[in-house]
C-alpha cells in the first residue's frame, strides 16, 4: 500500500461524457501528480499541483482539467470524452521536488 | 523538453542471470533518476533511485550507475528470479523551473525464466 488513495478503480462511460477521477495523496504530502497510461505512448506526465497551486504542466489536453483542494486531495476532470481517453489514469504524490513519487493504483478509463 | 530513451524493450534471462536496462536523457539538468518496477495491472513501484551527486547506488540484488557526462544510467539485477518479471520504467526529472516532474522512459519487459 503506498498510501495514496485513487477513486473509482474503473470507470466505463461513452464519447462525449465528463468523469472526475480523485486522487487523496499520503499523509504529510504536499505535491500530487497525474500521469496517464496507455499502451502506446507508455507513462505521460499531465499536470502537478503543489500545496494548492498549479505547479507544472505536460501534455494535458485543454478537454481535461485539474485542482487540488485545501485539505490537498486533487481532482482530475476529463470532459468531451474520445474514445482515444481510454487509459490507466495514475495519481502520484511526494514530500517535495525530487522527492520519490508514490503511486495510487490509478483509474482504468474506458470509453465506449 | 526532457527526452528519455530506454532500451531494450524486452528482455528475456534465464533465472540467475543478470539483468541490465539502459536508458539516456537530454536535459543536462535533471538531477533525479528513478527506477519503477510496474506487475500487470499494478502501479508502478519505486525500486531504486538515484541523485546526481552520486555515481551507483545498490540495494541488495538491484543497482543503478549513471554517467552524467554520457548522459545515461542503467539499472543492473542480480541473480534474477522470476518474481522480477515485470515492467522496469525508467525517468528523469526536467531541470529548471519544471520541479519534480518526470519523464519516463517507454518500458522494458523483463521475463525471467525458472
Redesign the interface.
Known sequence: D?GVTQTPKHLITATGQRVTLRCSPRSGDL?V?WYQQSLDQ????LI?Y?NGEE??K?NILERFSAQQFPDLHSELNLSSLELGDSALY?CAS?A???????????TRLSIL | GENVEQHPSTLSVQEGDSAVIKCTYSDSAS??F?W?KQELG?????II?I?SNVGEKKDQRIAVTLNKTAKHFSLHITETQPEDSAVY?C?A??GGT??????????TILTVHP
Request: glycine share 16%.
Open positions: 503506498s505535491s501528480y507508455g507513462l505521460q506526465f502537478q503543489y505547479r507544472a505536460g495514475f511526494n517535495g521536488d525530487n522527492q520519490p513519487q508514490h503511486f495510487g493504483d490509478g | 538531477n533525479y528513478p519503477y499494478k502501479r508502478p513501484q519505486l533511485d541523485r520504467f525517468a526529472n526536467a519544471s520541479y519534480g516532474k518526470l519523464t519516463f522512459g517507454q518500458g
